[in-house]
């Protein structure tokens, strides 16, 4: 082999308590210079550890890794000054500016002074920052402090760049403009990229995918390695069922709502002219919904677009400046004990009690919400068998897989039987099994009746969704059925957008008219 | 090595320091605060006791007696006629004490049998303690008085407070608050800035450039430092100036030791935080280790030699009463060598022993971070 990335072999242990996680179990892969390597897996399949390794952050068990012929362990610190890194949680210093920020890096990477000027002002330009090189850092959108993270990663002109997951939150404009800053790298400088991402789709801006799932590679080489064995089932599959074909050995069939919701149900949720400021700036400018009984509403929008501002006005975590939420009627700010009785809410974070085990969250929000003993009893019997939580129940919740807390947030937020759900980017991380056996869940749940209010990333997600509503600058500018936002989303007389494609037309329409 | 990358490491975080309004108020604003607090607040000057004197009779000794009791600036007198009503008055904290004459004073007092009952109100044992000693002393001063002196024995008792002539509780309240504020810009800032950057992510980034963790550490130091001596100068200027506490020792020393003392804390306040990695551990743990010991185990409030031996060999393992024990001495003696060296000579050991353990517990890896996978 003769790749510039070399691993072979590693193992990687980490001790939880008196488990031990095998967090990469046997990974061997080579990756040649002057090409865009994804890293492909869910939340918790071992991504991470993996780039930790190679840049010289973490030492592995067993086997031996490096990086432009350096040992990762022996010789960590010429690795760690020639590569380009950027890790998962943003590594800017909110308070500098842009400027600053970058500066810091390169007196640490001793870029000559001289040649410092030229080379920010080049990367900002690159990213498309150029405009504010003195703004503070903390007050950038996800977007554009992933941008100018990347910048920093970049000051050095290193040969190698090691990017952990630089798009999760991100929306998907920012993405695919990440995407096209990496690839006019590579093509110039003859780089090699190495990121890791958990959405799928991404595979499709990588010259090679390497998949991990559960501390081992799935699949490695070209994009179509992850869908050649969904190819003898299924013409054209997505990513997703490549997956799905690997892991599970079979594609899931489409979900449907078994109960198509009815037009005359009844409005449970009714935003009125919401309007949030903070300071001079206005979050969200006068918006209305309706959500009605059994509808999935989905909320879309780039990033600092308003949408999760609208949800948590929309579930009383925040104070609406002026407007009106009416739940069932009640309204939220003035009734908002009896309101908040008949809302769920899973947010984005895990926030069950990672120290207690699955039964006892259930008992504990089960009294939260006022419920009384029989009645606790009897839900959490429906909980636990609702959500196949059986052979859990006594484990730590903090020890669980992602897939299983999910279920679990789930259930807790369903314990009170509330008419209304939120789900505040709840598949965000989650590999397409547990994305799909989750909205299976919540597809059930709307047939019988509950109303569902979900923001999401992923654009596949939008199929599922009665109504959406996609934001931008605070505004609803486009509203409707799936169908009727691709519609809205192509140009005259061009065959019609897929989702995504109508989603960044929408927005970018917008962003030109403005 | 690289003098670059520490002034580049530094330069940023002056700027945060700057930017960052929590940090201007630890450094220079808590130490006018607590200097005020302690200097005009907090001392334990015995001022203003309320005293109620009951007696049932009026004779001319014990008008005498009355009479020095309300002329010092000391005393809050009432007169009262009965023992009912002097309980009463304790009891609803209009009085602190009450003296009690006895009847027939005149004649108690020519055959030489006087007994006259001091109560106090002990609820605060040790301020009861200072105010029967003051009530005591002035009866007693009262009643010689009136003794004609050629007829006693030759025998007097002069007291002198030295060093603290005036026995001004802001002379060895003032050396006690630098120890505080030090501590807490050394061990709790520092602990708390360093503990921030591994929250945040930037540990991790930082960790993939050259730099090393030795200039991260002397990095980090610098500013501290800096903010750390503005408020030890400020404390002296105050010191000096408002309180009029004398600095009879030189300032250069004092100021040797507040370096020593500094960099025992910030190197500390490292090791906390390289070890938990977390702003609320760091917190948390600085204080109890840090801040809380600088007050009670240093011999600021509380002295150590009437303190349990159990406690006093605690107090050996904490820096503060070493750099108090420096303090007080450098400011109201003067320049005592043995005691500076021996002071500030544990402290230095003190330090390097932190500050290895700190590069050793910050070696750019994040094996220690737990799993994140």
Known sequence: ?514 | MNFRRIRALAVKERKQLLREPASFVIGIVLPIVMLLIFGYGMNTDVRGIKLAIVSHESSSIGDQVISRFQDSEFFDVTLMRNTHDAEIAVQKHNADAVLFLPDNLQKHFADRDLNALVAVNASNPSVGQMHEAYIKGVLMSALQGNVDTSSLPGVRVQSRMWFNDKNDSAYYMIPGVIVIVMAMIGCMLTALQMAKEYEHGNMEQMFVTPMTSAELLIAKMINNYILGMIGMVIALLMARFLFGVPIRGSILILLLGGTIFLLLQMSFGLLISSVTKSQFLSCIISMLTSFMPSFLLSGFLYEISSMPVPIQIITYIFPGRYFVDFLQTTFLVGNVPEIIIKNLGIMSFMTLFFLNIARIKNPKKLESQGISV
Request: aromatic residues 6%.
């Open chain 1, 1 to 514: 082999m003769d790749g510039i990335i070399l691993c072979k072999d590693i193992k990687k242990d980490f001790n939880l308590g008196k488990e031990t996680v095998h967090a990469l179990n046997g990974i061997s892969l080579s990756i040649n210079k002057g090409r865009i390597v994804g890293l492909l897996g869910p939340d918790g399949a071992g991504k991470t550890t993996l780039l930790r390794i190679l840049a010289g952050l973490l030492i592995p068990d067993e086997g031996s890794a490096s990086v432009l012929g350096y040992d990762c362990v022996r010789n960590a610190e010429s690795i760690q000054s020639v590569i380009g890194y950027m890790p998962q949680k943003f590594g800017l210093y909110e308070n500098l500016t842009l400027h600053e920020n970058m500066k810091l890096y390169a007196e640490l990477h001793q870029i000559p002074l001289q040649n410092q000027k030229s080379r920010f002002d080049e990367l900002l330009e690159m990213m498309n920052l150029s405009r504010f090189p003195n703004r503070r850092a903390g007050k950038l959108s996800g977007g554009m402090k992933q941008k100018l993270a990347l910048a920093c990663a970049l000051i050095s002109d290193p040969d190698i760049l090691l990017l952990d997951e630089p798009t999760v939150g991100v929306d998907i404009i920012s993405r695919r403009e990440l995407f096209g800053i990496l690839r006019k790298i590579v093509d110039k400088r003859k780089s090699t990229v190495f990121v890791s991402t958990s959405y799928m789709d991404e595979a499709d801006y990588c010259d090679e995918i390497v998949v991990l799932y559960q501390g081992q590679i799935i699949a490695n080489g070209a994009k179509d390695s992850l869908i050649e064995k969904a190819k003898t089932v299924k013409s054209n599959p997505t990513l997703d069922e490549g997956f799905q074909m690997l892991i599970a050995g079979a594609i899931p069939l489409p979900l449907k709502r078994k109960v198509p919701l009815s037009p005359e149900a009844e409005v449970v949720v009714k935003a009125t002219n919401l309007v949030k400021r903070f300071g001079t700036f206005t979050a969200v400018d006068h918006t209305n919904f309706e959500v009605r009984r059994g509808e999935v509403f989905g909320l879309l929008g780039a990033n600092g677009a308003g949408k999760t501002t609208t949800f948590r006005m929309m579930c009383g975590l925040d104070a609406v400046t002026s407007g009106s939420v009416e739940i069932c009627g009640l309204n939220l700010h003035t009734a908002s004990g009896k309101a908040r009785q008949k809302i769920g809410f899973v947010a984005q974070k895990f926030s069950l009690y990672a120290d207690m085990t699955v039964k006892e969250n259930l008992e504990f929000f089960g009294a939260a919400y006022g419920l009384s003993r029989a009645k606790r009893k009897e839900r959490i019997h429906w909980a636990i068998h609702e959500f196949a939580l059986e052979n859990y129940q006594n484990a730590p919740t903090g020890d669980l897989p992602l897939g299983i807390k999910q279920r679990l947030s789930m259930a807790c937020a369903l314990l009170h039987e509330p008419e209304i759900l939120f789900l505040d980017e709840a598949t965000s991380g989650a590999d397409p099994l547990t994305r799909y056996d989750f909205w299976r869940r919540i597809l059930d749940l709307a047939d019988k009746g509950v109303a569902v209010i979900i923001t999401t990333h992923f654009m596949d997600e939008a199929d599922y969704c009665d109504h959406m509503v996609i934001m931008q600058d605070g505004k609803t500018v486009a509203s409707g059925s799936v169908t009727e936002i691709r519609r809205q989303g192509t140009p005259k007389g061009a065959p019609l957008n897929d989702i995504t494609e109508a989603f960044v037309h929408i927005i970018q329409k917008k962003e030109t008219a403005s």
